[in-house]
């Protein structure tokens, strides 16, 4: 056993026996130095040891003891050799011989110590106890070599473990560590309850993690799926607000087919992309990762240049991969629920409106005046929020639309104003055209509007929204709106409005036939003398005549007796086609009596009227008339303002 070895086997029982020796006293210091100045040495990148050096550095340790030393040294050597088979990769040879050399340093100054006390003590007397102070040197010094040379072995040792772990981190770990950043944005996502959520911890996750300018996320528009549009983005500014892709051209076409990343930089060479190109990098794009779901392309992710001008490392691109991944998971799992939320709210507020109408119909059913309708009318559309509005029905005689319902303030003014829409009127026809409800923004504008209601009644409309009822391509009847609470959503109005619509204006039109006492704008007492009034003041107007004439069948009586009522049905219709043939744009007529028609005739004088007359009599009676029966038609004509200068005046002539 060399002195090192019995050094060291000295230290060890005097540690067993929980003391401690010089040994440990001088050696704690560096000792800490060798583990801090291993542990801060080791590279990223390290190098092949070279065997041989270890060798030069073993042999320093002659000057020891030259022959107890090389039988030491050899043995260390293949004992290193052996564990240098473990560390074949990368270990940093100058980092660790250098924390040899200040061990074996270390070792070195405490035998040099040894050596000088041993020379300074030859000169000290014996102690009381008779042992020489040389033996007790020699002793000691053999105690220092035995705990030099375990130490030694073992800081070796621990140099080499502390190199071999740092070295297999080095080794395992790659250069961008996304694995556990992932980790944590995987807890995230799965706790994301919104889509927008989604989107902002995929934007805030790249940014931060890949260091780029801007992030976008694009997906199907909802209204065409086809078009693709920028949902979120943070670092960028979009002016065009309508910037939009097509998924059926362009990039997005070849990242639908492909769905791999794209990089700009490489197609932007491509001729046939070149609009698509510049849009993309209109908004900072550089990256275009596709979000998939179930072989599907949900999404894209816009991503901008990195802030440090690098191109994105291969590390870089998987880490974008895998959030990709997990992230459309997530995206389609919650698209899905808000599609399903979305129903579930529309099924509520479908069966609620149904409730409503469903009483709102049973009300109806349940009248039994005119004036109980109106109340029910006006209590309902009050219920929805609906301030002023009015419904208009078609005349069925000559066409035109009479407000028959009105809000109970009647806020413009309808009641007894002989107010109506001719059915030539463009908003009529317009209407017609739509078959669907309209909303007129700035109807203030509208020339249609402002020559139909007048400035008065424009000045106290909020809105003009009308939902009209078309069947057949017949328009029956609309419902206008002119007023709304302000706390109720106008699209909710729209739409219990056009279902009410659906049995509102077939009750209407069946409870005025039934009653035809009811039915004023049928009746044609106020409605029909109205219209005259009308006409009367737009003659004045323009300073024109105006023609009333007046047909009556004198024999009808003994027409229904002879033929019966459905022979009498047919003359009435007979004489309407007669008169709808032979009456010009802005003529009008009426049956006001069982056996009476008013025809009303807007510029025409009294020898025009004759002669009309007479043509309309001639073809009637030829069509009715029979070798023993012969139909009797007389006419009457005033003229306005020969026979008169107001409504009464001229019918009175009539009379």
């Known amino acids: 056993m060399g002195l090192l070895e019995r050094a060291l086997e000295y230290k060890r029982r005097i540690n067993e026996e929980g003391k401690e020796t010089l040994i440990d006293r001088l050696d704690r210091k560096s000792e800490a130095d060798i583990r801090t100045q291993s542990a801060t040495s080791i590279q990223p990148t390290a190098e092949k040891i070279n065997a ?24 260390k050597i293949s004992e290193e050799n052996e564990k240098r088979e473990f560390l074949k990769e990368d270990i940093a040879a100058e980092d660790k011989s250098s ?7 270390s070792l070195e100054d405490i035998v040099n110590l040894a050596d000088e006390r041993h020379n300074e003590d030859k000169n000290i007397s014996m102690p009381d106890n008779n042992i020489p102070a040389a033996d007790n040197l020699a002793s000691e010094r053999t105690e220092v070599e035995n705990n030099l040379s375990n130490d030694k072995a073992l800081e070796t040792s621990n140099i080499e473990s502390d190199i071999k772990d740092k070295l297999h981190d080095e080794i395992e770990e790659p250069d961008f560590n996304y694995y556990s950043m992932l980790y944590e944005i995987q807890k995230e996502l799965i706790n994301a309850d919104t889509l927008d959520e989604i989107y902002s911890i995929l934007i805030f996750s790249i940014m931060g993690q890949l260091g780029v300018s801007s992030v976008s996320i694009i997906i199907p528009s909802s209204d065409d799926k086809s078009k693709w549009v920028i949902t979120d983005s943070y670092g960028i500014k979009i002016s065009d607000s309508d910037i939009n892709w097509r998924i059926d051209e362009g990039i997005l ?52 240049e990195k802030i440090s001008f690098e191109d994105f490392t291969s590390a870089e691109i998987e880490f974008l991969n895998e959030l990709s991944q997990i992230s459309s998971t997530k995206i389609e799992l919650l698209a899905k629920q808000e599609l399903v939320k979305s129903e579930l709210i529309k099924l509520n507020a479908e069966r609620e409106i149904l409730s409503d109408i469903e009483s709102f119909q049973g009300a109806l059913l349940n009248t039994i005046s005119i004036d109980e309708l109106g109340k029910i009318l006006q209590q309902n559309f009050y219920s929805l929020g609906i301030e002023s509005y009015s419904i208009f029905m078609k005349d069925n005689l000559d066409g035109d639309y009479y407000p028959v319902q009105y809000d109970q303030k009647d806020n413009l003014g309808f009641r007894n104003s002989g107010f109506k829409i001719e059915k030539t009127n463009r908003l009529i026809t317009f209407l017609m055209k739509k078959n669907a409800s309209i909303m007129l923004e700035d109807f203030v504008k509208s020339v249609v509007v402002m020559d139909t209601f007048g400035n008065s009644r424009v000045a106290n409309m909020d809105y003009f929204i009308a939902c009209p009822f078309i069947i057949f391509g017949n328009l029956l009847g609309f419902v206008t709106i002119f007023k709304i609470n302000s706390a109720v959503n106008i699209s909710d109005i729209d739409v219990r409005i056009q279902k009410i619509n659906r049995f ?55 027409f229904y007796e002879r033929f019966g009522a459905s022979e009498l049905e047919k003359l009435y219709n007979y004489i309407a086609e007669v008169l709808e043939s032979k009456l010009n744009a802005g003529d009008f007529s009426a049956k006001i009596d069982r056996n009476r028609f008013l025809i009303v005739l807007p510029g025409k004088d009294k020898r025009y009227s004759i002669m009309l007359a007479n043509l309309i009599k001639n073809d009637v009676v030829n069509k009715y008339s029979t070798s023993d029966f012969k139909l009797l038609i007389t006419s009457l004509i005033s003229v306005y303002p020969d026979d008169g200068a107001d409504l009464f005046s001229i019918l009175e002539v009539l009379e």
């Open 99 to 105: 924390a040899l050399e200040d061990a074996i340093a």
């Open 504 to 558: 509102l204006f077939p009750y209407l039109d069946n409870i005025y036939e039934a009653d035809r006492s009811l039915n004023k704008y049928n009746d044609l007492t106020a409605g029909l003398h109205n219209k005259i009034k009308s006409e009367i003041q737009h003659a004045c107007d323009l300073n024109i005549s105006m023609s009333l004439m007046i047909l009556t069948i004198k024999n009808y009586k003994v």
């Open 253 to 304: 076409k070849i990242l639908n087919n492909e769905k791999n990343i794209i990089d700009l930089e490489d197609i932007k060479n491509e001729v046939s992309l070149r609009d698509d190109y510049y849009k993309f990098t209109s908004v900072d794009a550089r990256l275009i990762k596709p979000l998939i779901e179930n072989d599907l392309l949900i999404g894209a992710i816009l991503i901008g």
């Open 52 to 75: 041989i050096e270890i060798d030069e550095i073993e042999s320093r340790n002659s000057e020891l003891n030259n022959k107890q030393k090389d039988e030491l040294e050899n043995e």
